[in-house]
């Protein structure tokens, strides 16, 4: 792989990020302590510490378009455990969010995308989660139409599955969270 | 008729655990000359001499062999107990039954029976055992520095405030070192000429500090308490009493385009007449003499003593050698730095914008070039992206430098810190392989360079560098990404590693003292005697044992000035008296002694009869030199030297009573 570095380009793509992060890329140690305790990190083509140094290099293209981003499971074992108290499983959230900005799709990471999306539309309609919802769409989506659906009468029976009524009251409140972070 | 006592240790379970003590003390106890033998728990410890003490008055001793651990752990504190009780302390021998039976044997039985055999060889030695007297040495109360760097400095005014004459002898024309040249100092940022100044003039005004700058070492001989230096003052051409320091001269030299200034790095020129920067000590100037158009066009320019309103510049003054005799040294010769144009991949020399780590310090120094002001040498622009380079003549051994610089690391982000705060947003990348920051505030400062002044930090070296449409471009990989990086940069500084002092060597030899591969000068014991060389009466101090910071010179420098006041605190010197000593009625004068002697210990002496006239030459042992290594005896074809306490007979002795 190589990098070559445009000061500028660098610059804003670090401030993007560092804004949205609320966290400067260059307090991060590069330990690898994130690294090594992510659960995930057997599947995943750089490692948490590999991004986030990336990221300050300025290495837009493989950050933004690397599985690793769609592939955190947002556990936040790396946050908690930082010596730093950097914000890794932010820096995450921060980059998956200008992916989908810039509209760039995760070839390798295509569903886990697409369940990124469904999932936030979903929150963002209802101001929380509806099962019945969220999995409908995906399934539809990604055509695994029977996907899970031995599950559904065990939930339905302990009252995990609402197939009506899952709007929260106040949505507006909700909206302003997104409004915010756009 | 001998009376000697036997005592085992058990060192705790050290030497109980492997050697059965019991069985030893009662094997020696059959002796003969034996009178009493004993084993005991810890002998070194209070119990452990009392009883060893009682054992003498009682048993009315004249020799003991303590079977214990190495000499050089406790012989002293046994010696010391003879004495008390008023025997000579080289009537006490130690059977070294740990280091050299317990720690490295397991067969109980077998470990045994050697610490039987070496406690029987130490017996039949002592049983041969002479009195020896320590020898007293005089002591000329007056002390050497050599090198007027920060270590120097702190070494020559501690040892003056002490109270004792100090002679500071500096190479270059002021004293300073390499401190004087650098802008700020990390990790506090203050800058180094504010708080290096007040010191250099307090050496010069020091009542006890005689300063001989522009001058070196010429010959050194004698031995500890009495050394003899010869200093070579190399002439300035300008009489120093009545030098002002007014300028005029200088100012004078038409001569200011063609010779590099060494006080900048190689940044600026100077004039033939000069001083190396205006805070000089003393500021007195120099006349270049290769430089100089006096000289070189036969006499017609004379345009400095023209201006010269005392008229004391003498383009005919010569050299002196100046003789000191001085009871000890301190040797702070400094360093120098890694020759940047061994790496030709980064182009040092062949592009003017790739400069060194002191060059980039001239370069934000106020009293530099540039005033202060970054500007880079191809075209005076103010740089916007520096790459800096750490580990450039450091831990490398294909270059013979596997060492670390130490320093590096800590100048780098200081470098990045101060291009920071200079120039407006701007950016430096920092290429290194570890960080090293292990100082008081020092991991702190790097981290700052990193999040504060937003230096990126690069993990890896540079391969390469080469220019572009007037950028360098300089071919890098980061590890901790694995990406292989491109900088396009504005200028490029290397973080020079640094080197022994330029002829530290031999000075080195000129002193007796041993130096490492690489020619740092190596310390008594790295850990317990760091200041000490391996010739007595001669201290170390800064950069010259190896790469240390400024508090590290400095403490080094004190540490040098305590040794030197606490051996100046006796009336006498005293040294063991196991020294060679030469049979003179046999010896041939053939001087293969002195050949071997690492020491330079050995002499000639003329022995003269009634009338005064040389009947023959023989070997002669200095006893303030000479260490009692043996080489000498071992070397001697017609057996006439011996080292006390090491006799034939006495060696014979040990080795008969193994019955071989």
Redesign the interface.
């Known amino acids: 792989?190589?990098?070559?570095?445009n000061?500028h380009e660098r610059?804003d793509f670090v401030s993007g990020v560092e804004s949205m992060l609320h966290d400067?890329l260059?307090?991060c140690y590069?330990c690898g302590k994130c690294s090594a305790g992510c659960p995930v990190n057997f599947e995943m083509d750089?490692t948490p510490?590999?991004i986030i140094?990336?990221t300050?290099?300025g290495?837009a293209d493989t950050v933004l378009n690397s599985k690793t981003i769609w592939l955190c499971v947002s556990c936040i074992t790396c946050s908690t455990r930082c010596p730093k108290g950097f914000e890794v499983t932010g820096i995450m959230d921060v980059l998956r969010e200008i992916a989908v900005k810039k509209g760039i799709n995760s070839k390798a990471e295509r569903e886990v995308q697409l369940f990124h999306k469904i999932f936030l539309e979903n929150i963002k309609s209802n101001g929380r989660i509806s099962e019945f919802e969220l999995v409908r769409k995906y399934n539809l989506k990604t055509k695994h139409l029977f996907k899970d659906m031995f599950l559904a009468p065990k939930m339905l029976e302990k009252g995990k599955l609402k197939i009506h009524g899952v709007k929260i009251s106040n949505l507006n409140r909700i909206a302003k969270i997104f409004k915010d972070f756009e | 008729m001998a009376r000697i006592g036997v005592f085992v240790c058990w060192c705790g379970s050290n030497i109980a655990g492997t050697v059965d003590v019991a069985k030893v003390a009662e094997e020696a106890s059959k002796i003969p000359g034996v009178v009493c033998a004993v084993d005991y728990k810890y002998m070194c410890s209070d119990p452990g001499q009392n009883s060893l003490r009682k054992m003498i008055r009682e048993q009315k001793l004249t020799g003991l062999v303590l079977a214990a651990c190495s000499p050089h752990m406790h012989e002293n504190t046994f010696r010391r107990a003879a004495v008390k009780e008023g025997l000579n302390p080289y009537f006490v021998e130690i059977a070294n039954i740990r280091e050299q039976v317990s720690w490295v044997h397991e067969d109980k039985e077998r470990a045994t029976q050697k610490a039987i055999d070496l406690t029987k060889m130490m017996v039949e030695k002592v049983k041969k055992d002479r009195p020896i007297e320590d020898v007293k040495v005089p002591l000329t109360k007056r002390a050497l520095v050599i090198g007027g760097g920060i270590a120097g400095i702190q070494a020559a005014l501690d040892t003056a405030n002490g109270g004792v004459q100090v002679i500071l002898v500096e190479k270059e024309p002021s004293i300073g070192g390499r401190m004087i040249q650098l802008d700020e100092t990390f990790p506090t940022l203050d800058c180094s000429s504010c708080i290096m100044t007040p010191k250099m003039v307090e050496v010069r005004q020091h009542p006890n500090i005689k300063l001989y700058t522009y001058s070196e070492i010429e010959d050194i001989s004698g031995y500890i308490g009495n050394f003899k230096i010869k200093i070579k003052k190399k002439t300035r051409s300008v009489l120093e009493k009545d030098c002002t320091g007014c300028g005029e001269c200088w100012n004078a030299c038409p001569m200011h385009k063609n010779v590099k200034s060494e006080f900048n790095a190689d940044m600026s020129e100077r004039t033939a007449i000069y001083v190396p920067f205006p805070q000089a000590v003393p500021l007195i100037p120099v006349l270049d003499r290769s430089a100089c158009l006096h000289y070189k066009k036969g006499g017609k320019c004379q345009k400095c003593f023209d201006a010269c309103g005392p008229k004391c510049i003498d383009f005919g003054l010569r050299d002196e050698i100046i003789e000191e005799e001085v009871g000890a040294i301190i040797a702070a010769t400094g360093y120098d730095l890694m020759d940047n144009s061994l790496y030709g991949e980064y182009g040092y020399g062949k592009y003017k914008d790739v400069v060194s780590g002191l060059q980039f310090e001239r370069l934000l120094s106020a009293s530099g070039p540039t005033e202060g002001v970054i500007r880079r040498p191809s075209d005076g622009k103010t740089p916007?992206?520096i790459v800096f380079i750490q580990c450039v003549g450091s831990r490398d051994p294909e270059k013979g430098v596997p060492y670390c610089s130490k320093v590096c690391c800590m100048y780098t982000a200081k470098h990045a810190k101060l291009f920071a705060h200079k120039v407006r947003d701007s950016?430096s990348?920092v290429f290194y392989i570890d960080i090293r920051a292990t100082g008081k505030g020092y991991e702190e400062f790097v981290r700052s360079a990193?999040?504060q002044d937003?230096?990126?930090y690069?993990?890896g070296r540079v391969s390469r560098i080469y220019e572009d449409n007037g950028k360098l471009i300089v071919k890098g990989a980061?590890t901790?990404?694995?990406?292989?990086?491109?900088?396009?940069a504005d200028m490029v500084v290397l973080a020079t590693g640094v080197i022994p002092k330029k002829d530290s060597d031999r000075l080195a030899r000129m002193l007796g003292i041993s130096y490492d591969k690489y020619g740092f000068f190596t310390e008594s014991h790295p850990k317990l005697r760091p200041t000490e060389s391996s010739t007595a009466g001669i201290f170390l101090a800064g950069m010259a044992q190896g790469p240390r910071d400024i508090p590290e010179s400095v403490v080094s420098g004190s540490a040098a000035a305590s040794k030197v006041l606490g051996l100046f605190s006796k009336s006498e010197y005293e040294v063991e008296g196991t020294i060679a000593n030469v049979n003179e009625a046999t010896c041939v004068a053939c001087f293969y002694c002195q050949r071997v002697c690492a020491y330079h210990a050995i002499t000639g002496k003329e022995i003269k009869d009634r009338n005064g006239n040389i009947v023959k030459v023989v070997a002669n042992v200095n006893p303030g030199l000479c260490t009692g290594c043996g080489a000498c005896v071992s070397a001697c074809f017609s057996k006439s030297i011996d080292v006390k306490g090491f006799m034939d007979d006495q060696i014979y002795a040990e080795i008969k009573s193994l019955g071989v």
């Open positions: 792989m190589k990098t070559t570095i000061e610059r400067k260059s307090n590069q750089y510490n590999q140094k990336m300050e290099l290495m | 916007q992206t950016q990348y990193m999040e937003g230096a990126v690069l993990r980061d901790l990404s694995g990406t292989q990086v491109e900088i396009a």
